[in-house]
């Protein structure tokens, strides 16, 4: 039987698995294979809105997201490659029962060096003058946020990989995670061939949870579907800033040629989906969500239209938090996996993590302390929530 041999196996070529590794690279481990049972992206990656903001109330994420932004606006100089980042600012706006909690996140936020503001009604109504902001309590604003290219971000990460070294295998199934007396020694491939190696990383998204399952760990992730809808506006717009809407609980921003991307940001009642075969259009239910959403906080359109629809998948853990952790009982493994649709934010910070978990079995970054994305979380009931939950949005992290 043919194996091959490498330093860290990387499974999966979503964004996780490509930032950890590029960032493995980084840390100079360049005998790396990522392997990707179809092509790089080709997961809940390629759906993405790519989203980009540092608005959270779980510092430890915040710090990430906001060191994950440098990556963004200097793809360029990192990555040898642009990753489609709009710059276009970032405005979140909640009712009066959540402005204690925006600006109790905020100052959290500023600990860990997120460049946020207060921003009133009349600044908002300059940048989204079509919006009804009569229902918000208060607004906070950032102005390095925006939206990415997920999919090309991903691909930027595997080609800098690449170039650093590192051997990537699309079109390549793992099938099963060797161990030895509890210690990692390889993987086993779908044509039945394998990879020896001493460690693992498993970034698989949804699927990581059968080949943990296989070793009788539980990874607790849940799919949920969906379902994004393009506006044709019917008017220009201009270059508007994303704006996460926490009353009526969506997000919306620009998109392509003039159209705005409406999302959904009610995730107290979710869809359950088979990541392998799940609808790609929004049903008319959502979309008659969507429509009347936009319509009551964008009274000022004068005709918009839907352009199209399109639905990805979230791989949810019970705390909407991902897992990027070890794994007790199985030594060589890291698992980095469950990012509950907030997965590209924070994507360059995920490498570095589970870069630093590979090497050092610890986090390099003091304000990112590895603890706090355990799997064993789930099994103390300790959840890692925000400190500051918004009323009737308690899932924005
Ligand atoms: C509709 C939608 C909108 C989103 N919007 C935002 C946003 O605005 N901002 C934000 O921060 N995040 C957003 N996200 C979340 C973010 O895109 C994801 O968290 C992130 O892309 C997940 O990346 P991943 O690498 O964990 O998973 P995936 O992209 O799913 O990658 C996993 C990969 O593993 C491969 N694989 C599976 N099984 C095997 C196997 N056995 N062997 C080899 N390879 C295997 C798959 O083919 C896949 O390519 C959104 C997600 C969706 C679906």
């Known amino acids: 039987m043919n194996t091959d041999a490498a330093e860290v196996v990387v499974v999966g070529g979503g964004l996780e698995g490509c930032a950890t590794a590029w960032a493995l690279t ?37 710090a ?25 600012g970032y405005v979140v706006g909640v009712g009066p029962e959540n402005v204690g909690a925006l600006h109790a996140s905020m100052a959290d936020q500023r600990a860990v060096g997120v460049q946020t503001e207060d921003i009133d009604h009349t600044e908002v109504r300059k940048l989204w003058p079509v919006a009804d902001l009569e229902p918000f309590g208060a607004f906070a604003w950032e102005e390095r ?10 691909q930027a990460f595997a080609v800098a990989a690449r170039r650093a070294g590192a051997r990537l295998r699309q079109g390549t199934t793992v099938r099963a995670i060797r ?48 379902q994004i809808v393009l506006v044709d506006p019917g008017q220009d717009l201009g270059p ?21 991307l409406v999302g959904n940001s009610d995730l107290a009642v979710l869809e359950a989906a088979d990541p392998d075969r799940y609808s790609n259009q929004a049903s008319p239910d ?55 649709g907030h997965g590209y934010k924070i994507s360059p910070a995920v490498g570095r993590l589970a870069a630093d978990l590979v090497v050092g079995g610890e986090s390099s970054a003091p304000d990112v302390p590895a603890a706090d994305f355990r799997l064993s979380r789930f099994a103390e009931g300790a959840l890692l929530t925000s400190p500051h939950p918004y009323v009737g949005a308690g899932q924005m992290r």
């Open 145 to 154: 946020g925006g939206y990415g290219d997920a999919y090309q971000t991903a």
């Open 26 to 62: 980084q840390r100079g481990v360049g005998d790396v294979v990522l392997v990707e049972r179809a092509t790089v992206g080709s997961g809940g990656t390629g759906k993405s809105s790519g989203v980009v903001r540092c608005h959270y109330g779980v510092s430890s994420l915040a």
């Open 64 to 88: 990430m997201a906001t060191r994950s932004l440098e990556t963004f606006e200097h793809a360029h100089d990192v990555l040898g490659a642009d990753v489609g980042f709009h710059r276009t």
């Open 286 to 340: 959502a979309v008659d969500v969507a429509v009347e959403k936009v319509g009551t906080r964008l009274p000022g359109l004068a005709e918009p239209a839907i352009a199209s629809t399109y639905a990805g998948c979230y791989d949810v853990t019970p705390d909407f938090n991902p897992v990027i952790s070890l794994v007790d009982g199985l030594d060589g493994l890291v698992v980095a996996a469950g990012f509950s």
């Open 240 to 260: 508007v800033p994303v704006f996460s809407d926490l009353v009526s609980l969506q997000y919306l921003r620009g998109e392509g040629a003039g159209q705005l």
């Open 179 to 226: 161990t030895d007396g509890g210690r990692v020694t390889g993987v086993e491939l779908a044509d039945g061939t394998a990879i020896a190696t001493g460690h693992v990383v498993l970034a698989a998204g949804p699927w990581s949870v059968p080949l943990l399952a296989a070793h009788g760990v539980d990874l607790p992730i849940t799919v949920h579907r969906e």
